[in-house]
Structure formats: C-alpha cells, structure tokens
Nanobody
Framework: SQLVESGGGLVQTGESLRLSCAASEFILDYNAIGWFRQAPGKEREGVLCISPDGATTNYVDSEKGRFTISKDNAKNTVYLQIDRLKPEDTGVYYC????????????????WGQGTQVTVSS
C-alpha cells in the first residue's frame, strides 16, 4: 500500500494522540495528504490536509486548535496531532493522497490507507 496509518489506540478524554501516515517514496513530493475520519454510523469527514508545499487546509472549522497536521518529507510521513480528545473523536482515521492540491471533495483523493482506530473513553 502507498499509505499506511498508525498511532491509533484507546485513550481517555482529554489526552492527546499523534497519528502517522507513512507514504511510499516520492508520494509527498507531488501529492497532498488529507486526514479523514469516520465515526460509527456516520459518514466519513475530512479533518485536515497538507499540500506538497506545506500549505494546510482545514475541513472542520469547529475543531480549529485541537487538530494539527504536519509532515516530515525526509521520513515520508504525515502526522495528525489530536489534542484534548473527546469521546466524539472516536472513529477510524484514514489518510489519503490527491495529486497536487487539497480538494474539499473526498472522492478526489485517489489513494487511501487502511485506517487506524481511535477510541476515546469518557
């Protein structure tokens, strides 16, 4: 797979997690990487995206400040830092790649990882 997520787990409310998306070589040079999540029984939603040049796009305005996206090109990895976790953050978190820029439509992302489960207990 071109994208592999890791870092999920069971955490308590208020804790933090850093999710990782390991990409195949050269993916980050030409692709934007978006983080998406899908809560149980809900549709998948975008969280944050980072373009090849490092520009970021926030898909969930209400969560500004709790989610941070970053990348390390040398490690071919994109990170999603989630702070002050809430039970409603529970779900499967996916990273996905789209050529060149961060679209606001998830269907434009052509390559997806298998996801990593995040469970937040109250």
């Amino acid at each position: 797979s071109q994208l592999v997520e890791s870092g999920g787990g069971l955490v308590q409310t208020g804790e933090s997690l850093r999710l990782s998306c390991a990409a195949s070589e050269f993916i980050l040079d030409y692709n934007a990487i978006g983080w998406f999540r899908q809560a149980p029984g809900k549709e998948r939603e975008g969280v944050l995206c980072i373009s090849p040049d490092g520009a970021t796009t926030n898909y969930v305005d209400s969560e500004k400040g709790r989610f941070t996206i970053s990348k390390d090109n040398a490690k071919n990895t994109v990170y999603l830092q989630i702070d002050r976790l809430k039970p409603e953050d529970t779900g499967v978190y996916y990273c996905a790649a789209q050529y060149l820029y961060c679209s606001r439509r998830s269907r434009d992302f052509t390559s997806w990882g298998q996801g990593t489960q995040v469970t937040v207990s109250s």
